[in-house]
């Protein structure tokens, strides 16, 4: 079975520090991949989507950026952290070229302070 | 664009009773799915319900009903005999097919489910 992992589950960073928030599925290949962030009162917004290797996609212009180094694995990245970076960011994965929902993993609560 | 409105932030309803919550979404396209997702407070989000929108049947999941009504771009959903652990939020979502994916989710509604 597929199972995907998110971690950390929580940060606390300084504004102007850098971020990196990694997430890996397990039991598929070539997925797609997304991460989206939460905030307070809000759906989940799409931030990168990624169909392969090296592709990414970005929704929104921001002060993040993400890379996908192997098949499974999704990188979630700042330079400097702004304090409205703060938020609930989660991973999710899809079957390629189906259709299909996305599958969530536990989420990473970030505090930028 | 599409877009998806949840119109009711938060929800209350007795233990073992009925409730049901709206969604309504906007798209010109005619291939797509609507899904139901719930959070509860460990903050996962899971899979309650899907719909594909060229099946006209309601899908269903044991408790959970959803009532889609394609003209009126309507897909809410009904969960029957209410039980404390449905307490979450839950989220309404659009995929437009063949967009890789991409979902585009209603902001919530809060679910309190009261003994």
């Known amino acids: 079975s597929q199972t995907i992992h998110q971690w950390p589950a929580t940060l606390v960073q300084p504004v102007g520090s850098p971020l990196s928030l990694e997430c890996t599925v397990e039991g ?3 997925p797609n991949l997304y991460w989206y962030r939460q905030a307070a009162g809000r759906g989940l917004q799409l931030l990168f989507y990624s169909v392969g290797i090296g592709q990414i996609s970005s929704e929104v212009p921001q002060n993040l950026s993400a890379s996908r180094p192997q ?3 999704f990188i979630l990245s700042s330079k400097k952290l702004l304090l409205s970076d703060s938020g609930f960011y989660l991973c999710a994965w899809g079957r390629q070229g189906v259709d299909t929902e996305a599958f969530f993993g536990q989420g990473t609560r970030l505090t930028v302070v | 664009a599409q877009t998806v409105t949840q119109s009711q ?7 073992a009773e009925t409730v049901t919550l709206s969604c309504t979404y906007d798209t010109s396209e005619s291939n ?4 139901w997702y ?15 929108a060229y099946k006209q049947q309601n899908a269903t999941e044991n408790r959970f009903s959803v009532n889609f009504q394609k003209a009126a771009k309507s897909f809410s959903l009904k969960i029957s005999d209410s039980q404390l652990g449905d307490t979450a939020m839950y989220f309404c979502a659009f995929l437009l097919g063949g967009s890789q994916g991409n979902l585009i989710f209603g902001k919530g509604t809060k679910l309190s489910v009261k003994p």
């Open chain 1, 28 to 30: 598929t290949s070539n």
């Open chain 1, 71 to 73: 098949d499974r694995q």
């Open chain 2, 9 to 15: 932030p938060e929800m209350s309803v007795q233990e």
């Open chain 2, 32 to 35: 797509y799915y609507l899904f």
């Open chain 2, 38 to 52: 719930k959070q509860p407070p460990s903050r996962q989000m899971i899979l309650v319900i899907r719909q594909e």
